[in-house]
């Protein structure tokens, strides 16, 4: 636990506070924590020494506290007093399992992971250093019930699957905002680059009570990176695509400066990458596509008063990818071209209040993005194939908070928030007579009430959806359920009502190219409302034995859905290959996770999981007339599963071994390349990487890091791609990317 190791005081004309903090088992000084008064906004960094200094305090008593990556959250009760200066010292433990790791998704307002109502996973940035990931998608299968997965040769579209359910069922959110539209979905998991990102936090199970539609199979929630002290890197990475002339160049830059008073910070990111397209089985066409983009952005804050806060944040991406044959050529020239060109700026605004007493907290909140496309999806040098595509989606709100010191029979937060949420879309493919016109606008309201103390929580809430698209206001109601038996066991049991509305998703905008032709997904008329219910328990166990840390996590999830959205393909209108999205009398869902994790200081960490589930259809469902009826759900594995471990044998060396298990899955495959249609039994794939990475100290705090590895060791690609421009673009499985060396330089400060 951590202690509080010493204070004095002495005059000062004002409140003042200063301190250093020190490792407990190693005795040495903790450099770049953060120190805070709790429930003000006054706070600052220990520094590159491990010194703290806070002045200009307001007088009363507060909880002093420090926390950061990596170790255990002290604190301790000071009183302050005009012409005092308190010296405030502390001893800080290790925390290698994230014991005390803040999460917001649980709840909507920040909670420490062992406190949260409902289990939420959080995937750190030393993750995604230890992987060597440099977009959100390579980092996210890192978590257990997650898979990430490419459905396209041309385009590497990817999508996010948890526990078992594709993509649309979950709701990906940019620091709690559902920003994170239908058109940014179809790209935007490989998009938006790692070193924007603070966390990522996972929450498995339905979330539509707290974040409204397609929050059924989870809840993913990106963090942004704010800023907390001055400080700079600039780091590349060149990859060698399965040893061939193929490259991937990825160039990221960060800095964060925060004035010397604290009160305001400004983080910038830039990414820069450029890949080369790639031909696995030498037919002359892509199974990765060529890709360049760059990305610039900014996270600020303005802290207004001791009790308010200004945050904004704003990005810019633009990409452009193309994948098929003859890349050099126009994509109207060539047998099979997919390409893409994007603009996207992301924006956002916060203010945040809170009472001196922390019984109030109120936040009014507005974000925006703008996505503009242009692109070719064709076949057979078809000069009709393009299109242009806008998106405009936007949020506004406001929460508040009111703590209860006592309601009913134990203290309570009660939340209660107003939201506006509108999506306009539109898909202009002029070639294929296709247009889609989309306004989806949707007023919600949500209600829940928190009973909890260090032993027990209970939560009930629900939310009122009214989705312009949808006949009637949706009630999503939720319950969660907390027991904490001893201070290091935390159980767990909830429910939650899901649903997602008859509009298109992310997969509808993409085209596929399918035997030589183009395919399209379209909604038919009579299509329904899509529900959930999802219930859920779990045992979340801690322990320490001296210097080793673990945790185990043992989880059991049940979701029902009726009136299903499932895929079929109806058959060839005008040389387009149709696929329509229809209701489907029900399914269910239902498994385990399993995740454990084991410490040995900060020298040796390994984390694991693994899933094992099954996905169904009540009645059996044929995706095409020719093809065999199953109740499986398609590119379900009933069992997948990752390991992370890392090694740091010296404080400068880092040694980290990974690796994804993907087990045996139904997918479909469409005639072209073959003669007809066909359900797929897939091979399971083992994919491990493996880096190293050293610290050279430069001067004072300016370090410079090389690194190396080899990801996807054992070369575990896919063997059986169609060949040709009559292939089905669609028929690929499997890790996302063949063997690939890679080299890598950073510069810190």
Same mark, same amino acid.
């Given at each position: ?469 949808? *006949? +009637? $206001?949706?009630?999503?109601? %939720?319950? #969660? ?8 066991? &935390? !159980? ?81 209108? *005008? +040389? $387009?290959?149709?696929?329509? %999205?229809? #209701? ?8 385990? &996770? !399993? ?155």
């Amino acid at each position: 636990m951590p202690l509080f190791c010493g204070a004095s005081e002495r005059r000062h004309p004002e409140a003042s506070v200063h301190g250093h903090v020190i490792d407990r088992n190693t005795g040495e000084h903790v450099p770049f924590l953060v120190v805070s008064l709790k429930g003000t906004t006054v706070g600052t960094s220990t520094g590159d020494t491990g010194h703290y200094f806070l002045e200009h305090l307001p007088q009363g008593t507060f909880i002093l506290q420090v926390s950061g990556v990596g170790y255990k959250t002290a604190s301790q009760e000071i009183t302050l007093k005009d012409g005092v200066a308190l010296e405030v010292n502390f001893l800080v433990e290790e925390d290698n399992v994230m014991l005390d790791g803040v999460v917001v998704s649980a709840n909507r307002s920040e909670t420490t992971r062992m406190m949260a109502p409902t289990l939420v996973n959080v995937v750190e940035m030393a993750t995604y250093d230890k992987v060597n990931a440099t977009s959100l998608s390579q980092g996210l299968v890192f978590q257990p019930g997650v898979r990430v997965e490419n459905n396209c040769q041309n385009c590497s579209y990817q999508q996010v699957r948890i526990n078992g359910l594709d993509g649309p069922y979950t709701q990906i959110l940019i620091d709690s905002r559902p920003i994170f539209s239908a058109l940014a979905g179809v790209y935007g998991i490989e998009q938006l680059p790692a070193n924007m990102v603070d966390r990522v936090e996972v929450m498995r199970g339905g979330g539509s009570a707290l974040f409204g539609s397609s929050a059924i199979a989870g809840t993913i929630n990106i963090i942004t990176k704010e800023p907390v002290r001055n400080s700079a890197s600039i780091s590349h990475t060149t990859s060698s695509i399965n040893g061939t002339s193929a490259f991937d160049h990825n160039t990221s830059l960060n800095a964060s400066i925060v004035t010397e008073d604290n009160k305001m910070g400004l983080a910038v990111f830039g990414q820069n990458r450029q890949k080369d397209g790639y031909d696995h089985d030498g037919d002359g066409f892509t199974e990765l596509t060529e890709m360049s983009g760059q990305t610039l952005g900014m996270r600020g804050y303005v802290k207004t008063g001791l009790y308010s806060k200004l945050t904004a944040e704003y990005h810019h991406l633009q990409e452009y990818r193309r994948g098929g044959d003859n890349l050099h050529l126009p994509p109207h020239e060539v047998m099979i071209a997919e390409q893409v060109r994007h603009s996207i700026n992301t924006g956002s605004l916060k203010y945040d209040w809170f009472s001196p007493d922390e019984r109030h907290r109120f936040n009014v909140f507005a974000s925006l993005q703008h996505i503009n496309r242009e692109s070719y999806y064709g076949a057979g040098m078809d000069p009709n194939a393009y299109g242009e595509t806008m998106d405009l989606t936007w949020v506004a709100g406001g929460q508040y908070v009111y703590k209860f010191e006592n309601c009913l029979f134990m203290p309570a937060d009660l939340t209660a928030g107003l939201e506006y949420n509108q999506d306009h879309l539109q898909d202009n493919m002029w070639g294929y007579d296709r247009l889609t016109d989309q306004v989806v606008r949707i007023g919600s309201a949500y209600l829940q009430n928190e009973w909890k103390n260090t032993r027990w929580s209970f939560l009930l809430g629900g939310r009122l959806d009214k989705h312009n698209l949808i *006949d +009637g $206001v949706i009630f999503s109601p %939720r319950a #969660n359920l907390r027991f904490n038996p001893t201070e290091k066991i &935390n !159980l767990r049991a909830s429910y939650s009502y899901g649903f997602r509305a008859p509009q298109a998703f992310d997969e509808d905008l993409h085209i596929d190219n399918v035997g030589g032709i183009v395919s399209m997904i379209r909604l038919a008329d009579d299509l329904k409302v899509e529900k959930s219910q999802s219930v859920s328990v779990s045992a979340d166990m801690y322990a320490q034995w001296g210097d080793w840390q673990g945790n185990l996590l043992v989880e059991g999830f049940y979701t029902d859905l009726s009136d299903v959205f499932a895929l079929t393909e109806i058959g060839v209108e *005008d +040389g $387009v290959l149709i696929k329509e %999205r229809r #209701n489907e009398s029900g399914a269910r869902v239902f498994g385990g &996770n !399993l995740e454990g994790k084991l410490a040995y200081k900060s020298i040796w960490q390994i984390q694991a999981g693994m899933t094992l589930q099954k996905s169904d259809y009540k009645e059996a469902h044929a995706w095409a007339e020719d093809v065999e009826a199953v109740t499986t759900m398609f590119r379900t594995p009933n069992l997948y599963g990752y390991f992370v471990t890392s090694y740091n044998p010296l404080k400068q060396l880092m040694l980290s071994l990974s690796g994804t298990y993907t087990g045996r899955m139904l997918v479909e495959h469409h005639a072209g390349w073959i003669d007809a249609n066909r359900t797929e039994r897939t091979p399971d794939f083992f994919d491990m990487n493996f880096k190293a990475a050293y610290d050279f100290r430069l001067h004072g705090n300016i370090k410079l890091q090389l690194n190396a590895g080899v990801q996807n060791i054992f070369n575990a690609f896919q063997g059986d791609f169609d060949q040709g421009p009559d292939r089905d673009s669609g028929y690929i499985y499997g890790p996302s990317a063949p063997r690939c060396l890679y080299l890598g330089v950073k510069l810190s400060y």
